[in-house]
């Protein structure tokens, strides 16, 4: 029996040329799509390979035969998880394929931050040679980096900015139990990691609890000598907030991923500040990352659809589909 699988976002070509080999029909999509293109992707789909694109129950209804949905990353926050376990369709992900490029991006904040890179290159550029004498970067040694989710990503986090910057790291998670957090990470508590911290990184997922957990009241509590770190997802930092936070220099800085709406608009008033630096939701989207995710996500769809069950599930479902 031939299967087809929706991959509404195009991906790299290791999860493609598996599915293929498989014997699996392949629908690929340009892009990310509204809601009605997508429903014309899935109507005859039996699994779907989904990125970033919403998947609420209304679209989701569309697929009559879909039996299981492979994400392409961690998150599942863009996709109807309850209606998916209730009407027996599988929901995997990739939890192994994209900790250590997101843990390096951060890596790559911390230093950017600490020395002003993204300001200093503008100023170099633009003939200020002095900006050296003016302004200064401090050192990552001996500092304190909070990290505040301690799954995958964040111990990741706290074992290379202790082993490379031998810095001090104060650690939170509202599921591992403090005994087991890495080697050398302090438990504190979320309100203590902000007040104490020179560096603060966010690794939590965007659910009831986090969602604008990151306010004017907790960024209050930071140094103003602190820095923000956010890869994790955009819904769990109020922009508002942390914009006027920025805008007067109540914090030092602050490095993110992701934003409350994405893409988010051109005219943002975050993107004013020359005290943020931001990239495109691409902390895991290193090549190597992407190959992962792709297959990882079609290892899961071929793993339901052969009869098994996938090796990184995020439900049970209730019963089989139909």
Known sequence: MSFTVAIPQDISNAGKDYLSEKG?????????????EIKRLI???????????????????????????????????????????????WVTHTPNANAVSVAEHVMGFLVAIARGFAFMDRETRAGNWEIRNQRKGVDLDGKTLGVVGLGRIGKLVAEKARAAFNMEILGFDAIIKPENYPAGVAAAATEDIFAR????????????????????????????????????????????????????????????????????????????????????HSAALTAEAMDRMGLHAAMGIHAVLSGGKPEWPVNQPAAPAK
């Open 197 to 280: 911290a020179d560096f603060v990184t966010l690794h939590v997922p965007a659910v009831a609890g986090t969602r604008g957990m990151v306010d004017a009241k907790l960024l209050a509590r930071m140094k103003k000598t602190a820095f923000l770190i956010n890869c994790a997802r955009g819904e769990i930092v109020k922009e508002g907030d942390l914009h006027d936070a920025l805008a007067n220099h109540r914090i030092a800085g602050a490095a993110i991923d992701v934003y409350e709406t994405e893409p988010p608009r051109p005219d943002n008033p975050l993107f004013r500040l020359d005290n943020l630096l931001a990239t495109p």
């Open 43 to 89: 109507a005859g789909a039996d699994a779907i390979l989904a990125r970033t694109n919403p998947f609420p129950r209304e679209v989701l209804e569309a697929a009559a035969k879909l039996r299981v949905i492979g994400r392409h990353g961690i998150g599942v926050d863009n996709i109807d998880v309850p209606y998916c376990t209730q009407r027996g369709i």
């Open 24 to 36: 699996y029909r392949l629908v690929v999509g340009s892009g990310p799509a509204g809601p009605d």
